[in-house]
């Protein structure tokens, strides 16, 4: 593996965290707004924000990310799909969870219907635990393989 590389899953590794970091402080701050029947334009904006974020994590996974395990181990180019069913394999989530993630995040970037977005701002609530608790087990594995790389 390439200095160049390794240079990047560290880099990678650490935009993961902040935006992690950023993306629970959005749902800390959503969570209680998903039963209101009437929101106000700043809560309506932190739901915006946590939707963004989410998008954001979720990208950060599997297009950088795991992207980036696999050109590390040579598996060569692949979809999305093979990268979530790697990405199960090496045991950091369950492919059919991180499915359903990566298809909210394309509704999440192609929809623009405003009777939806409640819909959107719950279902973002509801796979955020599955989405936070992946973070760690990809850090962990990245973190030992630069260790590896760089002894």
């Known amino acids: ?8 899953l560290k880099d990678e590794l650490t935009g993961l965290a902040l935006a992690a970091s950023h993306f629970e402080y959005s749902v800390s701050r ?10 106000s334009p700043e809560q309506l904006e932190r739901l915006e924000s946590l ?3 989410f998008a954001r994590v979720a990208d950060l996974l599997t297009q950088r990310i795991f992207r980036l395990f696999d050109e590390i181990e040579l598996t060569g180019s692949s979809t999305v799909l093979d990268r979530i069913y790697r990405a199960e394999k090496r045991g950091w989530v369950n492919a059919t969870q ?8 394309n509704l999440i970037a192609h929809e623009y219907a405003t009777d939806k977005m409640l819909e959107i701002y719950r279902a973002v609530l509801t796979l955020a635990p599955t989405l936070i608790s ?3 087990r990809v850090q962990e594995t990245g973190l030992a393989l630069i260790d590896r790389y760089t002894k």
């Open 1 to 8: 593996m390439s200095i160049e590389k390794v240079q990047l």
């Open 30 to 39: 959503c969570v209680d707004l998903i039963d209101q029947k009437e929101l």
């Open 51 to 53: 939707t963004s974020r």
């Open 98 to 105: 991180m499915i359903k993630i990566r298809e909210l995040r």
């Open 134 to 136: 992946t973070i760690p």
